[in-house]
């Protein structure tokens, strides 16, 4: 099965996640629409002119990396990321030294880094991320957003829209004996979380083997290895090649060792770059700023105005430029930009995390999924597509008429299989008759 699906990954490009079904649909095996009226035109280009992309790239010198952690729970995720904010001087160490000073008095002293990113006290009491956290922080050579995924598979569908707007993802791993275990072997998230990432078009994949400085583990090299092992085969048949688009780090992101700073002494084995220095040699992500502008609202709330956040996925923008939001097809105004820290930019361009206010629109108007557009180029609206599905994980079959929830980009849908239209193998070839039903291990193209 899992081979079958690496197959078709390879032939019809990354997928998107139908979660209840645990299905998938591949970007870009999917027709535009059954509707011919309606069918979506080949990806354009704006001419922009040579010298207001200079201007844009001058204002915007350091490129903005996207960057979610995932695993298992209490892999340790939020430990790390608020050590990465803490050793990059996004957080100074008067407030570290207060959240260790809350956490201590409320019985927590070993998760105070985690939290800088767990800002609620729902998560600090309980230990566990719900909402997807982010973060910035900046190094000489980029500029990055940490989103923090929750860990309990009770949150996926929160993973699933923090998956949806990061360029690279660094699969956290417990070393600790028996956490590694209770993730990857019994039922844990650290494969689904993999698989995820992978189906959201994440292509690379940072692993951080952490808690390398637990007693049980004490930098062994033995047990780095086993993790290699038993993780490798699975993440090659979830469609990563482990030679080109993974990569192995030991380190510790309660102590910070690997973090910022090569392991040293403590780990004589491994010569090898930390995890910054690892973010920072990666290869550059395309930017698409000539393209039309594309802005999946992640989320949307009223303060003083009605203000989105979300990842540009192409295009740019600037402050009292005038957009659409679809498929409401309401126009409005940009009237402010909030990027780093809370702080106010005159523009923005593909790649960046923002907030943005909104001008002539009411925040009730809004919903998470909705796309601000360029007036002159708006998306697509769509009610019936046909797409090629793979049946990960399910325990029933699936017929005409099945009903699940579809994830795509950040826009979550109740849908229905209206229409079962050719099984597909593993060498692509489509079936002459419609079948009956699918089950798990099986792949189909459907009307949905």
């Known amino acids: 099965m899992a081979k079958d699906i690496e197959n078709v990954i390879k032939k ?64 340790g995720k939020s ?51 719900v909402e997807c956290g982010r973060a910035f922080f900046e190094t000489s050579k980029r500029r990055y957003t940490i989103l923090d995924a929750p860990g309990h598979k009770n949150y996926v569908p929160n993973m699933v829209s923090g998956a949806a707007q990061a360029d690279v993802a660094v699969l956290v791993i417990s070393a600790r004996k028996g956490e590694f275990e209770t ?22 994949l940072v692993v951080a083997i952490n808690k390398m400085d637990d007693p ?36 510790s992101g309660f102590t910070g060792a690997g973090v910022k700073d090569r392991v040293g002494n403590a780990c004589p084995w491994y010569q090898g770059a930390s995890l910054l220095e690892t973010l920072d040699g990666l290869q550059a992500v395309e930017r698409k700023i000539n393209k039309p502008l594309r802005i999946p609202i992640s989320e949307s709330y009223c303060e003083m105005g009605t203000i989105v956040s979300g990842k540009i996925e192409s295009g740019h923008i600037r402050v009292n430029q005038k957009v659409m939001i679809m498929p409401e097809r309401r126009v409005c105004e940009i009237s402010n930009i909030y990027g780093m820290n809370e702080a106010e930019e005159q ?21 998470n999924g909705f796309v601000i557009v360029d007036c002159k180029y708006p998306s697509h609206s769509i009610c019936e597509f046909d797409a090629l599905l793979a049946i990960y994980e399910t325990k029933k ?12 980009h950040t826009a979550t849908e109740e849908i229905t299989l209206s229409k079962l239209l050719h099984k597909v193998n593993s060498k692509n070839q489509r079936s002459r008759m419609p079948p009956q039903f699918i089950k798990q291990g099986e792949m189909c193209i459907v009307r949905i």
Not at 80 to 101: A, F, P, Q, S
Not at 225 to 250: A, M, Q, S
């Open 216 to 251: 049980t583990v004490g930098w062994d090299k033995s047990r780095y290895d086993e993790i290699i092992t038993k993780l490798t085969p699975f993440l090659k048949k979830t469609g990563y090649n482990p030679k080109t688009n993974v990569i192995f780090i030991p380190l």
């Open 79 to 129: 430990t790390l990321g608020g050590n990465i904010l803490y050793l990059t001087d996004m957080v100074d160490k008067r407030t570290m030294e207060k959240y260790e000073r809350e956490a201590k008095e409320a019985g927590r002293e070993s998760w105070y880094l985690s939290w800088a990113l767990d800002t609620n006290q729902e998560e600090r009491a309980k230990g566990k991320t």
């Open 183 to 204: 993730g990857f072997e019994r039922g844990g998230q650290t494969c689904e979380h993999a698989v995820l990432v992978k189906t959201a078009g994440v292509r690379t």
């Open 347 to 367: 523009s923005a361009i593909s790649g960046d995390n923002v907030r943005i206010k909104l001008r002539g629109i009411k925040d009730d108007v809004v919903q």
């Open 397 to 408: 079959i699936i017929t005409t008429g099945f009903k699940s929830v579809l994830h795509v």
């Open 12 to 75: 019809t490009g990354e997928m998107s996640l139908n979660a209840k079904a645990k299905a998938f649909v591949p970007r870009s095996s999917a027709t535009p629409t059954t509707l011919e009226a309606a069918a979506a035109p080949k990806p354009m280009s704006i001419s922009i002119g040579v010298a207001e992309e200079e201007m844009l790239l001058d204002e915007h010198f350091k490129e903005h990396m996207n960057v979610i952690f995932i695993g298992h729970v209490d892999a």
